[in-house]
């Protein structure tokens, strides 16, 4: 279970996300340059392309993206979608063929904007081939962001649905549709002092602040999330200076972190094992883990671009304590 979201701040656009899951899967952030080699489970071989940086899995030298930013900005994340994502068993000729785990890497090695994107999406077709037979695909849907469009991707078998996604979240099931639809049922929230509209003849005294959103939800579930999340992102200050912008892209996504104990899946803890966000507008993927809070940074300019290896980094994951005295 994940959240992600986009967030413009003075200009400047960020994409981050949260990671929930029981456990982990060796995962580092990844740099991908220009001149690596991807050889597509379908037959193509893109030998030059654009730049990437975001977290990935690396097995047999192939960056298995989570998240991804590309060096023009656009940026994708896959979270769960199980029961509803659903991947053919056969290719379609005319078609843009992909297996699930090739997506990211595709589009972001390829295309600068969401406008470009939308077109490409359309004759998409993703056919349920692994990258190894003992790892099956991950049900997915995506949220793709420029930092000024934003679209959501969900393939069902009812087919392909491409959204304009005006809250800039994503969370996992229901599709997002649905989500859409039930931030109705909390459009009376307000960041504000509340209005006595119960009974004008009752005093009804504000005890607290806070209380314009109460019935805010508050549980871990993905629908509460996405409520949660987008109620967040949307009331949220927009700081002038980047580096506070930053840090507020991680307080918007800390509304939705999962504390370890909180839910147990298959008799074990899933928490938020890693927070990313990325500056999508200056190349640099910031991230921190569950154990260690300080926010960490990989410029992907900082790298050869012009190579054809990836370059990777282990993600902290041991506490580190500023001892003051």
Not at 53 to 75: F, H, K, Q, V, W
Request: proline share 4%; with cysteine.
């Amino acid at each position: 279970m994940c959240t992600a979201i986009t967030f413009t701040s003075n200009n400047n656009s960020y994409f981050g996300r949260t990671f929930d899951l029981e456990k982990r899967f060796e995962e580092r952030v990844t740099v991908t340059p220009r001149n690596y080699i991807f050889r597509y489970s379908m037959g193509e071989v893109d030998r030059r392309h654009f730049a990437i940086i975001g977290t990935a899995t690396i097995m047999d030298r192939y960056p298995l993206y989570y998240d991804a930013t590309n060096e023009y900005g656009l940026s994708m994340a896959g979270l769960n979608f199980v029961g509803n994502a659903y991947f053919s068993e056969k290719e379609i000729d005319g078609r843009i063929n992909l297996a699930p785990y090739e997506l990211i890497p595709y589009m972001l090695s390829k295309y600068k904007s969401c406008l470009e994107c939308l077109e490409v999406l359309k004759t998409l077709h993703l056919v349920d081939k692994r990258f190894r037979d003992d790892i099956p695909n991950s049900e997915l849907h995506w949220l793709i962001s420029d930092g000024k469009d934003c679209l959501t991707l969900e393939i069902s078998r009812e087919g392909t649905k491409i959204y304009n996604n005006p809250v800039g979240v994503l969370t996992n099931n229901p599709g997002f549709n649905q989500q859409m639809l039930n931030l109705s049922n909390y459009m009376s929230l307000t960041n504000e002092e509340p209005v006595n509209k119960f009974a004008s003849s009752i005093d009804m005294p504000a005890y607290s602040r806070g209380m314009g959103a109460i019935g805010l939800p508050g549980d871990n579930s993905s629908m509460s999330r996405f409520v949660r999340a987008s109620y967040t992102k949307m009331n949220s200050s927009q700081p002038a200076d980047n580096r506070l912008a930053l840090v507020q892209t991680f307080h918007i996504l800390s509304s939705v972190e999962q504390q370890e104990g909180t839910v147990i899946f298959n008799g074990q803890f899933e928490r938020t094992q890693y927070t990313s966000c990325c500056d999508i507008k200056n190349g640099i993927y910031y991230y921190k883990t569950y154990e260690n809070s300080q926010i960490a940074a990989v410029n992907m300019f900082n790298e050869n671009l012009e190579g054809d290896e990836l370059i990777s980094y282990r993600m902290g994951f041991e506490p580190n304590i500023e001892s003051i005295n």
